[in-house]
């Protein structure tokens, strides 16, 4: 994530929240799937 917010020349502001798509519980490792929410701004 850090790589492609250096080239699009931007960088993180703030926490990063992760949202789970599937119950942890209930689903193996492997299909597990999160989305990934980073503030950023420009430099």
Do not use: C, S, W
Request: no cysteine; glycine share 4%.
């Amino acid at each position: 994530m850090r790589k492609f917010a250096e080239q699009k020349k931007m960088i993180p502001n703030g926490h990063h929240h992760e949202i789970y798509l599937t119950d942890p519980n209930r689903t193996a490792p492997e299909k597990m799937r999160t989305i990934l929410r980073q503030l950023v701004k420009g430099k």
